[in-house]
């Protein structure tokens, strides 16, 4: 079945870029997201890209797509503490999404 | 204010005592979602509807009902709870389904406990 692997934590100190890898293993997805839950919070859409694209930027997110290795990342340059967060890769299927297990982002100062 | 309303937000029961969980979306969505989060497994479907009087099973259902009598509402039913349902749900909605189902909107989160 599909099946969405992320790595569980990632500590950066404030300033420096983070990146969020991710692998996916269904190839027929249409689009690829990644979403974002603030403490307490529920989970809310951050960026998303067509799975017919290699690269979104979007201010200080880029997101990359590598679809012969199935590997999704997120690039977020000049991290801040309230960046800190789980950060979720999801995958569309026909009637859902499947979700990664979540990356825990730790930025210290 | 678009939103996607769960109550309680917490809740302690004991086994076997039945509880329902409302969930209510005012952005007339027609694909609503159930999504429980549990510690290094993220989140895993319970169950959805494409539709009202539409539910199906999603990748964990067992032990749990739904309903979907109007578009706003997707009620998720604990008929007898056991403790392995202590857990933190999330109902979601999105404007359809199909591919880009993706832009979901998450409520809160619920935090059950079953002891």
């Known amino acids: 079945g599909e099946d969405v692997e992320q790595s569980l934590f990632l500590s950066v100190r404030e300033g420096d870029s983070s990146v969020i890898n991710c692998t996916y293993t269904?190839?027929?997805?249409?689009?690829l997201y990644w979403y974002k839950q603030e403490p307490g919070a529920g989970l809310q859409l951050l960026t998303y890209?067509?799975?017919?694209?290699d690269m979104k930027q979007d201010q200080r997110l880029t997101v990359l797509l590598n679809k012969k290795d199935k590997h999704l990342s997120l690039r977020i340059a000049d991290t801040q503490t309230g960046d800190s967060a789980i950060y979720f890769c999801?995958?569309?299927?026909?009637?859902?999404?499947?979700f990664g297990t979540g990356t825990r982002l730790q930025v210290f100062p | 204010e678009a939103q996607v309303t769960q109550n309680p937000r917490y809740l302690i029961t004991v086994t076997g005592k039945k509880l329902t969980v409302t969930c209510s979306q005012n952005?007339?969505?027609?694909?609503m979602s159930w999504y429980r989060q549990d510690p290094g497994l993220g989140l895993r479907q319970i169950y959805y509807?494409?539709?009202?009087?539409?539910?199906d099973k999603g990748d964990v259902p067992e032990g749990y009902k739904v309903s979907r009598k109007e578009k706003r509402n997707f009620p998720l039913i604990l008929e007898s709870p056991s403790p392995n349902q202590t857990s933190l749900y999330f109902c979601a909605s999105s404007l359809m389904a199909g591919a880009n189902t993706g832009e979901l909107f998450f409520g809160e989160g619920s935090r059950l406990t079953v002891l």
């Open positions: 952005m007339n969505h027609e694909y």
């Open positions: 269904d190839s027929s997805s249409t689009y």
């Open positions: 509807s494409m539709n009202v009087e539409v539910t």
């Open positions: 999801a995958e569309s299927d026909t009637d859902k999404l499947i």
């Open positions: 890209i067509f799975s017919n694209m």
